[in-house]
């Protein structure tokens, strides 16, 4: 399992930023997929996630993001990708793309990571 | 929704074995899976303990996991410790569509 994040950097308040990540080794299709940020000296904290396709392909976000990102996929790319609109600069952190384990009902966790991505929001 | 907390940090020296706990605020610790991450400095988080007690191929069996719903909280323990534990762990559960991480434990190993 291989999983590749993009974009990420420098934006101000208030401003967007769209972070990709392609998978490889597994099957995407089938694979739930979640977004974790650490946020400076603070640990984690997950982000939100998507189903797969096959199981209604629905997203769930975190309180502290709900309304402002974007969780979506495109199998054909075998690529997820977070879109950041509104951005705050608690925002600001490193940003992983994991594929989930599923379990009975809705129930995951990420169990393989990508290497982060870096995103500052600051004037 | 329900918090995960952990101690801020523990010690040890090589050799000896540890325990990180990670208790439930609200709700029970039994009503869905714990999982524990290891992260090295620099580097990504890995898991090391999924599904309460169960351990991935290439982690090794020093690293045990276990839950305790009397006191409600969830249990890594490390025996054996090597230098190259040394590392932040943080537990990790769900509820309602939610994913919660405790807030980590630096784990010092001299």
């Known amino acids: 399992v291989q999983l590749m994040e993009s974009g990420g950097g420098l934006v101000k308040p208030g401003g967007s930023l769209r972070l990709s990540c392609e998978g490889s080794?597994?099957?995407?299709?089938?694979?739930?997929m979640s977004w974790v940020r650490q946020t400076p000296g603070k640990g984690l904290q997950w982000v939100g996630r998507?189903?797969?396709?096959?199981?209604?392909?629905?997203?769930d976000y975190a309180a502290p993001v709900k309304g402002r990102f974007i969780i979506s996929r495109d199998d054909f790319r075998n690529t997820v990708y977070l879109q950041m609109n509104s951005l705050k600069t608690e925002d600001t952190g490193v940003y992983y793309c994991a594929r989930d384990q599923h379990y009975s009902g809705s129930g995951s966790y990420p169990a393989y990571w990508g290497q982060g991505r870096l995103v500052t929001v600051s004037s | 929704n329900f918090m995960l907390t952990q101690p801020h940090s523990v010690s040890e020296p090589p050799g000896k074995t540890v325990t990180i706990s990670c208790t439930r605020s609200?709700?029970?610790?039994?009503?869905?899976?714990v999982q524990w991450f290891q992260q090295r400095p620099g580097s990504s988080p890995s898991i090391v303990i999924f599904?309460?007690?169960?351990?991935p191929s290439g982690v090794p069996d020093r690293f045990s996991g276990s839950i305790d719903s009397s006191s409600n909280s969830a249990s890594l323990t490390i025996s054996g410790l090597r230098t190259e534990d040394e590392a932040d762990y943080y537990c990790q559960s769900y509820d309602f569509n939610n994913q919660v991480f405790g807030g980590g434990t630096k784990l010092t190993v001299l």
């Open positions: 599904e309460d007690d169960q351990r």
């Open positions: 998507i189903k797969s396709e096959i199981d209604g392909g629905t997203t």
């Open positions: 609200s709700g029970s610790i039994a009503s869905d899976y």
């Open positions: 080794g597994f099957s995407f299709n089938y694979a739930w």
